[in-house]
C-alpha cells in the first residue's frame, strides 16, 4: 500500500518511486527469462510457441560504428510466467489503483526496454498518453520496475516534475529529440509552463531506481532516458494499465489495435484475453494458477 505522503507527492510530481516489490527469487527468474528472450532475439521463435507482440531494436541509429540498442519487447508477459504473474503483481496494481482512483484495471500492454552495456540508445523526451490514440480516456499511470539498478551512468529515466499539469506537448517534445547523450539530457529548452500551473519551471531530473523497486509515472509526464555508456546492462520493463472506464478509438493506430475486435467506443473490458483484468472492485485479483 502507498502512503497518503507518497501519493500526494505523486500528485504533485507527477512520478513517484514506490520502492521494493520483488524478492530475490522473482527477479533472478525475470532476468532470467528475460535473457533467454534476448539471446533467441526477434526471429528465434517458432510459430508453436508463445511469443511477444513486439520484438525491436527501436534505436534509430542501429547502423555503423556508433551502432546503438534499445531493444523493445511489447507483451512479454504473454511468452514468459515470470512476466505474466508480474502485471498481476498486487503490490504494483494495488499502487496504481491508489494513484488513479480506479477501482477496476486491465493491461493495457507491457514494454522491455533494454539498454546493453557500452551501447545502449537513448529513449527520446516523450509523453506516453499521446502515442496512445487507440483509447480514451488516456490510461493514467504506468509502473515501471528495474531489473537491474538504473542510475545516471546506465540511462536511468529521467522526468520533469508537474509537467503531467500541462496537458499534449508532443509537438514541442518532438523539437527536443536531438537530446541523447547524458551530458544533454537536462538541456530542454524554449519552453514555458502555463501561468497557472503549480510548478512553473522546467526542471528535469534523474530519476534513479534500484533493481526489484518499481516506479510510478503518469502518462503525461515528460520523461525519457538517455544511452547508456556504461559497463552493466539496463533492463527493465514498463506495465501499462487501463482504467475500466477505458474505450477503444477506432480512428487511431497502435500496434495493440490488432487485437481489437470492438465497435468505436466499445468498452476496453471487453477487448479480451490480450488485455486481462488484474483489479476488480480495489482488489488486486492475483495471477493465474
Ligand atoms: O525504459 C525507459 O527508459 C523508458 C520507458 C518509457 O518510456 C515508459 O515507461 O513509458
Redesign the pocket.
Known amino acids: 500500500m502507498l502512503t497518503p505522503s507518497q501519493i500526494d507527492e505523486f500528485h504533485r510530481n507527477g512520478f513517484l518511486n514506490g520502492g521494493p516489490v520483488l524478492t530475490g527469487e522473482e527477479l533472478k527468474e525475470l532476468r532470467a527469462d528475460l535473457d533467454s528472450i534476448l539471446e533467441k532475439g526477434p526471429d528465434g521463435f517458432s510459430n508453436e510457441e508463445p511469443q511477444p507482440v513486439l520484438f525491436r531494436n527501436m534505436s534509430g541509429r542501429a547502423d555503423g560504428p556508433d551502432a546503438l540498442a534499445v531493444w523493445q519487447i511489447v507483451n512479454i508477459w504473454e511468452a514468459a510466467p515470470s512476466f505474466e504473474r508480474l502485471i498481476y503483481h498486487p503490490s504494483i496494481v494495488k499502487g496504481i489503483s491508489q494513484l488513479t482512483d480506479a477501482s477496476d484495471l486491465m493491461v493495457w500492454h507491457d514494454?522491455i526496454?533494454y539498454k546493453p552495456a557500452n551501447y545502449g540508445g537513448a529513449?527520446r523526451w516523450?509523453q506516453?498518453a499521446p502515442l496512445w490514440p487507440i483509447i480514451l480516456p488516456m490510461t493514467p499511470v504506468?509502473a515501471?520496475v528495474a531489473l537491474d539498478d538504473a542510475d545516471e551512468e546506465n540511462g536511468c529515466?529521467w522526468m520533469v516534475p508537474g509537467s503531467y499539469k500541462w496537458g499534449d506537448q508532443m509537438p514541442y517534445l518532438r523539437t527536443q529529440q536531438h537530446l541523447e547523450g547524458r551530458e544533454e539530457f537536462m538541456n530542454l529548452q524554449g519552453f514555458s509552463p502555463p501561468a497557472d500551473s503549480e510548478i512553473k519551471v522546467v526542471e528535469p531530473q534523474p530519476r534513479p531506481v534500484k533493481s526489484g523497486e518499481v516506479s510510478f509515472h503518469h502518462s503525461l509526464t515528460w520523461?525519457g532516458?538517455p544511452f547508456n555508456r556504461s559497463n552493466r546492462p539496463r533492463r527493465?520493463i514498463?506495465i501499462h494499465y487501463m482504467t475500466g472506464e477505458s474505450r477503444f478509438v477506432a480512428s487511431g493506430e497502435h500496434v495493440m489495435k490488432q487485437f481489437v475486435e470492438l465497435k468505436d467506443g466499445a468498452p476496453m473490458a471487453e477487448a479480451g484475453e490480450h488485455f486481462p483484468a488484474v483489479c476488480r472492485g480495489g482488489e488486486p485479483v492475483g495471477a493465474p494458477a
Open positions: 514494454q526496454q529513449t516523450h506516453d504506468s515501471w529515466m520523461h532516458s527493465a514498463a
